[in-house]
């Protein structure tokens, strides 16, 4: 079975000259179809720089990431949004929920990024809110929801569209 994601002899190196910082030194591993990865690691060891890199929203200074067998770190600028649109689904520390959208509307902006039918939206958002147990908190702002409720929105946001890979930075 061919891995879902491989890297292979990651590296990401900041600075040059004396005032080197290797934030990866020569990371390889690979996930199936179906696994869940959890990397650890103590503050400050390059576990957000990997997942960034994994993500495209950052370079490696040397290796290779493939998803699918496409080697990811080779995609061009106007590549790389399509890329993470169809391919990713993001799960951030602080939600990144946008104050001025319902929470309705924001797991729908990924549908919406996606140009999703107008007409698809709002069934799809009612199906994935329901089975993360926020059907009913659809219509408030995440000002007015919990913790665990907004995580739950970002969650639903991540994986509305299906995506091939979820990368979460310490949900």
Do not use: W
């Amino acid at each position: 079975m061919k891995p879902l994601l491989q890297l292979e002899h990651i590296q990401k190196i900041y600075g040059n000259g004396g005032g080197v910082t290797r934030a990866i030194d020569d990371i390889s591993f690979s996930v199936e179809n179906g696994e869940f990865l959890g990397i650890m690691g103590a503050s400050g060891s390059g576990k957000t720089t990997l997942l960034n890199c994994i993500s495209t929203i950052d370079t490696v200074s040397a290796g290779a990431i493939r998803l699918d067998g496409q080697d990811i770190t080779r995609l061009r600028p106007k590549e790389l949004a399509k890329f993470r649109r169809e391919n990713l689904g993001f799960i951030f520390q602080d939600f990144n929920l946008l104050d001025t959208l319902t929470i309705g509307e924001n797991i729908a902006l990924a549908l919406t990024i996606r140009r999703t039918a107008p007409q698809a939206i709002d069934p799809q958002v009612q199906a994935m809110a329901n089975t993360l147990n926020i059907g009913d908190i659809l219509d408030k702002y995440p000002y007015q929801v919990s913790g665990g409720q907004k995580q739950r929105c970002a969650c639903a946001r991540a994986i509305i569209n299906h995506p091939k890979l979820v990368l979460a930075d310490e949900p």
